[in-house]
């Protein structure tokens, strides 16, 4: 495979931009490669500029849950930009695209709009903070809500690749706020709110964890979540960011029948375009500026290309058959590595709930951070490399989903099964 022109734009970007990235993960240091740097995407495919083209399993993430460029989601982007880019100012759009968001997902009376997942997180818990008075967090180990301050304590994916323990530059003051317990614990939950509960401002977690790769909330995990916040008069938030609009239209909370008390909304909800969100109820919802005293802005907030691209991606997932279609290929899918694994030998354990799975090389059950530990890395950089000879797109760490679109029928997905089957083979050898 010829990467020169990658390779030459890696030097220069190296020159220019932190280790040539923006976001590290996308270095690619865990599985010992250089970044290829991308010229397009469409569907499923992914082409870097040296013109070769890859099945992506990746989908920026998550976000692209209908395959790249759709066009319904392109021509709406289009369309809008030839009205104006950014007004900073109210718009139709953002009345539309929040109307679609707090139908979808159950929990939701009010949503703001923000720029990133981070910045929903951020402000959650700002908002749980002022609600309750008090200043501790709860979060759990290789839960990863992106990087503000106060949640890079164990925080999965990008910091167990790169091996920072949470980072320096976070000052103690904050930190000290901050308690990270392990994932499906259900004592240690407990044990903590029993402690400290009158301290606790809000409990964050992933519903379904997909930054330690993915970790799916053992049977009473979240209902005791649920019931243990509200006897301690504790926010729980769900971190959506990845399961919203991925496991179903209303997410993890719909999937599950949980209703949290604030809600993070990112990756989908852009089509693509960065948008994030936050909401709850009225009742915490009315507490933000300007109805209340809690601050939180944004220039380029509610962006009306931003808006145009979710809006028109929610129109699609609204589809009658959009999830049920996707279950089924992700099912069928999933069988059949589970199969190969088998008849390969290699050791492997996967993780999935819907259309986002991790496929762990380690023999144990993962169920939290530690057990997610017990996974081949090096491994798992060979399969990394092998995939990609064979023309398919993983993400560049163990410790991350991957994701089924729209995009990927079983035609593509049969040949993904076939490079794994021959990746596993010379794994074996
Ligand atoms: C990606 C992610 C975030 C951070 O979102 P950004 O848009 O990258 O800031 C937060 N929480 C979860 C669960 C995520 O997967």
Redesign the pocket.
Known sequence: MNTDRSAQLFAQARQLIPGGVNSPVRACRAVGCDPLFVQKAQGCRITDVDGNTFIDLVSS?GPMILGHAHPKVVDAIRETAALGTSFGAPSPLEVELAELVCAAVPSLDKVRFVN???EA?MSAIRLARAHTGRDVVVKFDGC???HADSFLVKAGSGLITLGIPGSPGVPEDIVKNTISIPYNDIAVFKQTLQERGKEIACVIV?PVA??MGVVPPEPGFLETLRSETTSHGIVLIF?E??TGFRLALGGAQERFGIRPDLT?L??IIGGGLPV?AYGGSMELMSQVAPDGPVYQAGTLSGNPLAMAAGIAMLKILNRPDFYTDLEDKSDWFAEELTKIAQTTGVPTRLNRIGSMMTCFFTKEIVRDYTSAMTADVARYADHYRNMLAEGVWLAPSQFEAFFLSAAHDRDVLQRVLAAIADSFKKLMN
Request: charged share 15%; proline share 0%; glycine share 28%.
């Open positions: 993430w990133s997942g981070t997180t990863y809500h992106g992933e997909g930054n971190d960011v990845i993070c990112g990756k994030g």
